[in-house]
């Protein structure tokens, strides 16, 4: 019966009428809604958030009931074509990805990209129930590329990632639990409230998946990590979350063609938690966060080092009122990185021994909803990587990327979102040479 059910939805939903349900099959679902409220939450939080950004306010999801499961189909698809004018051929020592280098000599070159924004193209398929008074969900995700920028290279170039995978299981009383792969805890409200998370930001370089947007322009990327979290119940709008997750490899460049890898094989998981406080007062809304991560790097093969506990915290903040949104954050680690977790997050000390290099930085942004729905929106952000102190650090090691980016995103439907972006992209190193990006990117992103 229920997979007849099922097939007959679905048959519904690929000729587009699923809007013709029944009212009584449309308020069973909105009974299972209220019903799965914390649960549903926890499973589209990425979404919420994404939705939260921007200019429209559209509900995202098609909901299929389907015996005691309610289903949610939901996502997004982007497209933005990009112009890259970059100035500068100088070093820069890292393993994050940094402003795109121009022709030698200094002279600058400009070239375009088609490609998504920030976030990938996105369908996500989740189901939640309630069984043996435990709301009961699984999301499983899958993000396909836009771009292709090589003959015949169907499948090669954008690819496609799988990010999501998980469930979670718990009830309004105690909070719940996560199991499987999904955002990071660690840095997640940073790139949550990212205003480049609708648009392009920085250049990856060549067209993949995703753009950079502010992921190592004013914070590291949280990441999709498999993990282990619970999460406890909204109270009075503290929430906190802990748990474990995958421990990534440490890797950090030591010269321009010479890196180092710590040993995959760790013992310990990475360790990460966050607390979070959100507020209402009349018009005034807002949320304040803090994070953290520790985690153990692995041994190098014929280095000492001198500490082997990576961490990073970070504090940050998030108000709104009468259509102006402000945010600020800041963040700092040692061993812990630039850009990804665990990228350069070690230097030479001497020929034989790595020390801890010091990472830290943040970003400021102001947003504005005009009477026409549009948001109108600018930010500034660094990143920012210290040298290990040692006598054999590398002299072009990157120093620091720095980006400023101006934004306009109109609400075309109360689904589809036009976009505009410029950005002016620094990056550093610690010869105080530089190399220099201006981007400019128009698209669209539509969420269901």
Do not use: C
């Not at 009584?24 to 649960?39: G, P, S, Y």
């Amino acid at each position: 019966m229920l997979h007849n059910s099922f097939t007959f939805l679905m048959k519904l939903l690929v000729i587009g009428k699923v809007r013709e349900l029944s009212h009584q099959a449309i308020d069973e679902v909105l009974k299972i809604n209220r019903r799965n409220t914390m649960n549903k939450n926890i499973k589209l939080a990425v979404a919420g958030a994404v939705l939260a950004l921007t200019a429209s306010a559209a509900n995202a999801g098609i909901v299929i009931p389907a015996g005691d499961w309610t289903l949610d189909v939901s996502g997004n698809v982007n497209a933005y074509t990009t112009w890259v004018k970059t100035e500068g051929n100088n070093a820069m020592t890292s393993k994050s990805i940094t402003a795109d280098a121009g022709k030698a000599g200094n002279t600058g070159n400009t070239r375009n990209m088609l490609s998504n924004g920030l976030l990938p193209n996105f369908l996500s398929i989740g189901g939640s129930t309630r069984q043996n008074d435990l709301d009961v969900a699984f999301t499983i995700s899958i993000q396909p590329g836009s771009s292709h920028y090589t003959a015949l290279g169907v499948g090669a170039d954008g690819g496609i990632n799988n990010r999501q995978a998980f469930i979670t299981f718990g009830d309004k009383s105690w909070g719940s639990v996560l199991i499987g792969k999904n955002l990071g805890i660690f840095a997640s409200d940073a790139i949550l409230n990212d205003m480049t998370l609708l648009g392009v930001g920085a250049s990856a370089g060549n067209p993949g998946n995703t753009t950079l947007g502010r992921i190592g322009y004013g914070y590291i990327y949280a990441d999709w990590k498999p993990q282990i979290s619970y999460t406890t119940p909204n109270m009075n709008g503290f929430q906190a979350t802990v748990g474990i997750s995958q421990n990534f490899v440490s890797t950090s460049q030591t010269a321009s063609a010479t890196s180092i890898t710590a040993s995959a094989v760790n013992a310990a998981p990475a360790y990460e938690g966050k607390a979070s406080y959100s507020f209402a007062a009349n018009d005034v809304t807002g949320k304040v966060w803090v994070s953290g991560i520790a985690q153990k790097t692995g041994s190098f093969a014929g280095f000492s080092v001198d500490e082997t506990i990576a961490y990073g915290g970070d504090i940050g903040a998030n108000v709104n009122f009468s259509g102006l949104g402000l945010t600020g954050y800041y963040y700092g680690g040692s061993g812990i990185g630039h850009q990804g977790q665990g990228w350069d997050g070690y230097g030479l000390n001497t020929a034989t021994s790595l020390k801890q290099r010091d990472s830290d930085g943040g970003y400021v942004q102001a947003t504005y909803v005009l009477p026409t729905k549009t948001k109108v929106g600018v930010s500034w952000g660094v990143s920012n990587l210290d040298k290990s102190g040692g006598a054999s650090e590398v002299a072009t090691l990157l120093k620091s990327n720095e980006m400023w980016t101006a934004g306009v995103y109109h609400p075309l439907t109360k689904h589809l979102n036009l976009v505009a972006e410029y950005s002016h992209v620094t990056s550093e190193n610690h010869q105080s040479a530089e190399n220099t990006n201006d981007l400019g990117s128009l698209g669209a992103i539509l969420f269901f």
